[in-house]
């Protein structure tokens, strides 16, 4: 993505260390953020300074490289990826990148891994980058049909949260197919879900947006259902942290909802992922352990006042509880095709992409 004329990836080796865009100051400040250690980058992962399904699992494989520099035994390797696997349990990447890091390193001398390290990791991370790039001229096909279909009209998308470029190495998920359009001279609009609690799209799907010049508007997460009955969403498209290889879709908190209602309007409902974010072990996409962040994150909201300070203010009562599941499930029923970079699979067809992996 251009940032000021720079083309980013959201992370980057440099010399011995990773390099990160820390994400919690968007959309203030553009800030990057050195990481020498794998217990900074488990706290990047943990306190989302990194965040996405698929840039979570290229952070913990360079997690990986960091935590081996000195000492790449069995037992540290091992260490070092129980930390990795424990900062964020929802999204399937992590765990996937982790242990693709381990098998590798392991199975080559210890001298040599801390420098083969870098290599692996950076095959994450350049895979991610063209699977997105294939997501993205699948997902423009289906757009261009909808436009093909309603010559004079604008397309309305609606997202939830981020899955754009600043939730993988490069190019987005959900946002991959919006980029191609747009960039191809289709007439395309996002519905951009503010995605309380952490705002990620009022945050980053609508700042990265504005950086590409997208046309797009952040709506509360409530919204949505009153655009759909008033026909102004023509499809919605989603990322997601976990599917199951029965096609649930496990994603940030508040997609089941979108996901019932375009149904209820038979709004077309897809969802965007590199097969690396597809759990081939599970069918069931309420065995996915959601992740329960703190409380803090519903009671509180960041922003910014008018002097340019950001600020944190409180919401609720101080008497009042708050609950934060960060995640939900969408059942496969309510999912009309899952976008990967092998091409597009009603879910009931997810599983034949299994053997071709
Ligand atoms: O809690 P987050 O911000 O890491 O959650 C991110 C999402 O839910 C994204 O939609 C998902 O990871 C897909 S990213 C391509």
Not at 24 to 31: D, G, I, S, V
Not at 40 to 58: F, K, N, T
Not at 146 to 159: D, G, H, K, S, Y
Not at 291 to 320: F, H, L
Request: glycine content about 6%.
């Amino acid at each position: 993505m251009k940032i000021r004329n720079h083309h980013y990836r959201t992370i980057w080796r440099d010399a011995q260390s990773v390099c990160i865009i820390d994400q919690t100051k968007l959309p203030f400040a553009f800030e990057v953020e050195r990481l020498h250690t794998h217990t900074q980058m488990c706290e990047a992962i943990r306190s989302m300074q990194v965040r996405g399904a698929p840039l979570i699992g290229a952070a913990a494989a360079y997690g990986m490289v960091l935590g081996c520099q000195h000492n790449a035994d069995d037992q540290t390797l091992q260490s070092v990826a129980s930390q990795l696997i424990a900062t964020r349990p929802t999204a399937v990447n992590l765990a996937w990148a982790v242990q693709r890091m381990l098998q590798q390193l392991l199975s080559i001398a210890v001298a040599e891994r801390a420098q083969a390290a870098w290599v692996f990791a950076q095959a994450i991370a350049d895979e991610d980058v063209a699977q997105n790039q294939a997501i993205g001229q699948h997902g423009q096909e289906l757009i261009a049909a909808v436009a093909t279909a309603n010559p004079e009209q604008v397309i309305n998308i609606l997202t939830h949260c981020n899955a754009g470029w600043l939730a993988t190495v490069d190019g987005g998920t959900a946002l991959a197919p919006i980029y191609a359009a747009h960039d191809a001279g289709l007439r395309v609009h996002v519905w951009v879900d503010e995605t309380r609690p952490r705002n990620q799209g009022a945050s980053l799907t609508a700042w990265e947006l504005a950086q590409h010049a997208v046309p797009h508007t952040v709506i509360t997460d409530n919204a949505g259902g009153h655009l759909m009955q008033h026909g102004q969403v023509d499809m919605v498209i989603v990322g997601a942290d976990r599917v199951t290889k029965s096609g649930d879709v496990c994603n940030k908190i508040g997609t089941y909802l979108k996901a019932l209602a375009a149904y209820d309007h038979q709004i077309p409902f897809y969802v965007a992922v590199p097969t690396p974010t597809i759990d081939w072990q599970l069918t069931d996409g309420t065995d996915i352990e959601i992740e329960m962040r703190d409380a803090d994150e519903v009671a509180y909201m960041q922003g910014q006042d008018e002097d340019g300070q950001v600020r944190r203010v409180r919401v609720i009562p101080n008497e009042s509880q708050a609950l934060n599941p960060a995640f939900d499930v969408t059942p496969a029923r309510l999912v009309t095709g899952i976008i990967t970079e092998r091409g597009v699979f009603p879910p009931e067809q997810l599983k034949s992409l299994e053997t071709s992996l």
